[in-house]
């Protein structure tokens, strides 16, 4: 099982950027992908999920409105556009997989069963 996120890198406040998360070694319509980051000091935050059978998204109210999630399902692959970039949005972000059938919330970093290596985004201001 793999997933692999790439995309991350420099970039000026109010700027974009678009990272990928490539899933192998699992079914993807059986999972749902979250996007995780964690900020130096601060704990992993959950900002974005799609489902990965019917495409539902979901995001945090930090993001809302600045961040764009998607799935390629012929390439498992999510992806997550972010625009309208700040100094605060710097960390490592993770994507992760969670079985559609957990029962806990798609954000709780313990129902995740794979984990990326994460990939780092940082905003200059």
């Known amino acids: 099982v793999q997933l692999v996120e790439s995309g991350g890198g420099l970039v000026q406040t109010g700027g974009s950027l678009t990272l990928s998360c490539a899933a192998s070694?699992?079914?993807?319509?059986?999972?749902?992908i979250t996007w995780f980051r964690q900020a130096p000091g601060k704990e992993r935050e959950g900002i974005s999920c799609i489902s990965g059978d019917d495409g539902r998204t979901w995001y945090a109210d930090s993001v809302r409105g600045r961040l764009t999630i998607s799935a390629d399902n012929a390439r498992n692959t999510v992806y997550l556009q972010m625009s309208r970039l700040k100094p605060e949005d710097t960390a490592v972000y993770y994507c992760a997989a969670v079985n559609l059938g957990y029962s806990g919330s798609y954000y709780d970093p313990d129902g995740m069963e794979y984990w990326g290596k994460g990939t780092l985004v940082t905003v200059s201001s």
């Open positions: 070694g699992f079914t993807f319509g059986d999972y749902a």
